[in-house]
């Protein structure tokens, strides 16, 4: 089955700045990467996805970059904001989705 | 549209007991997820129902987990009896379709914390 490793575990970032969190699967039959955001006591939301014959995609300040030959892909989080701290989970679809462990990011004002 | 409903929100048990969770999908969405969150970690899929009929319980442990989908719309998932190691969030997804299909995003509900002691 897939199996998706997720870093950092945590990111602490100043109001403004950008934050990355990186992903790396191993079935090359994966073909959907979505991004999911949970906030505490809340169920993961769907913040972003691409699919394999894309290579990056943008919505206002969030964007997935993927790079099918080195099984990776990327979320960017541009200029921060409080609301941003949550923890954030990277999946991978070959014929379910498979999650990475998450990485908990705190923004600082 | 609501959003994925699920209760009982908390529950606490004693080991070797039984509980059952409930989850009713969003309106329309022939596919429901099981999922175990366990602290610190990232979802694990338990079962996968398409309609009313099971696509994926590999990581479903059958001898205490049992799961049904009734006329394709709710869903319970059961656990007899509980150990300690079942404590965790279980989040109930729902989609139109299977995820990878186009326009099919998973749809969470808040989930039930379960505390086993």
């Known amino acids: 089955g897939e199996n998706v490793e997720q870093h950092p575990s945590t990111l602490s970032v100043q109001e403004g700045d950008s934050a990355v969190i990186k992903c790396t699967y191993s079935?090359?039959?994966?073909?959907?990467f979505p991004w999911y955001k949970q906030e505490l006591g809340k169920g993961p939301q769907l913040i972003i996805d691409?699919?394999?014959?894309?290579g990056e995609k943008k919505d206002q300040r969030i964007a997935v970059t993927l790079n099918k030959t080195a099984k990776h892909f990327s979320l960017h989080i541009t200029e921060t904001q409080p609301e941003d701290s949550a923890v954030y989970f990277c999946a991978a679809d070959d014929y379910k989705l498979s999650f990475g462990a998450g990485t908990t990011v705190t923004v600082r004002a | 549209e609501a959003g994925v409903a699920q209760s009982p929100r908390y529950k606490i048990i004693e080991k070797r007991q039984s509980v059952a969770f409930w989850c009713n999908p969003i309106?329309?969405?022939?596919?429901l997820y099981w999922y175990q969150q366990i602290l610190g970690q990232g979802p694990k899929l338990l079962i996968q129902f398409q309609n009313n009929g099971v696509v994926d319980d590999s990581q479903l442990p059958k001898d205490r987990f049992s799961a049904e989908r009734l006329k394709g719309v709710d869903s319970t998932l059961k656990i007899q009896p509980a150990k300690l190691e079942d404590s965790a969030v279980y989040l109930c997804?729902?989609?139109?379709?299977?995820?990878?299909?186009?326009?099919?995003?998973?749809?969470f509900g808040n989930g039930t914390r379960l505390t086993v002691t």
């Open positions: 079935d090359s039959a994966s073909n959907y």
């Open positions: 309106s329309g969405h022939a596919t």
């Open positions: 691409i699919r394999s014959n894309v």
């Open positions: 997804a729902s989609s139109r379709d299977s995820p990878s299909s186009y326009n099919s995003p998973l749809h």
